[in-house]
């Protein structure tokens, strides 16, 4: 009868031991699915004033229209400043270069910058990114304006992205100058089939995508409702992604320093906001954000969706 009596109580605490563990394993599962961290960058805005430092009582975060609690709010010292120039571009920009240059030159120590120009619709790296602010600034030429440019800014833009180093815990911009115009898939529609893939790379990378908008060297490129088109999906790339597009009716700017003096200030006041970005499932999933403040006279870019990505248990 003991022997008996020892095989039922050794049979009962193996069973209670395997479904304690089955539990276990699903509670695991869980913590990890709901504790899945996501980082975005927000910069914050004052109404015609420099805004104030902010902290992270200062912010309140919707996902998916609902309250979410902030884990974190740091300044994001580093960052990782790309610049995209379309070698398509009217060669008359260049003489914006030297405002451009002293933009690469003021970047504080801990800015890498990068140079790129898209050709083909790929990005060619005539600089990769240095805190030696003087040689990223010496890497800038005259565009080329020849056919081989007339291609998409929003293929080469992708082509960077995907190229860019895995710094997640760094902010990421990409400073794009750029007549907007798709010469391979945008067609006479409004839209460009490259354009929402640019988005969601942008988003999954969290980069944020500045655009400045100058004509290039094709006429077909500068007809009314062509530009207007561009200048379109250009500011649609820079505010689903948390940044600002600038454009001055559809000529050329007279100068684009004031542009880079703006977007300066923004990257001078940029923020890196975590929270629990919840249950994903097996592939991620892109969610809706909203922050908001009760700063006065303060706002925030930010992008419109952030990528969650899958949780480490599934």
Known sequence: MNVKNQSRRALRFLAASVITGAFALVAASAVAAATNPVTMTITAVGKKQTPPA?????????????????????????????????????QTVATDWSALRSFIMSQTPDTYVAVAYNRNGSAMVVQDFTNDHQQAAKALRIPTGSFGAFTSPYLAVQDWMKRWPDNGGDRRSIIMISSG??????????????????????????????????????????????????????????????????YLGFGRPVSIAPYLDQIKEHLDNQYLLSFVGGDAGKKGRFAPVRVATEVPNVKFLTPTEVFVPASSGR
């Not at 912010?59 to 609902?66: A, R, S, T, W, Y």
């Not at 979410?68 to 990782?80: I, M």
């Not at 089939?193 to 988005?199: E, F, G, T």
């Open 54 to 90: 902010i902290n992270k009582n200062d912010v309140d975060l919707f996902q998916n229209k609902e309250r979410t609690q902030v884990a974190n709010l740091r300044r994001g010292d580093s960052l990782f400043l790309g610049i995209l120039i379309d070698d398509s571009l009217q």
């Open 181 to 246: 115009v798709d010469y391979i898939h945008g067609g006479f529609g409004p839209f460009s089939a490259d354009l929402d893939p640019s988005i969601g790379q942008a988003q999954k990378k969290n980069i944020n995508l500045w655009t400045i908008y100058y004509p290039d060297a094709n006429r077909r490129g500068r007809r009314g409702f062509r530009t207007f088109n561009a200048q379109s999906n250009l500011e649609r790339l820079s505010a689903e992604t948390g940044a600002e597009s600038y």
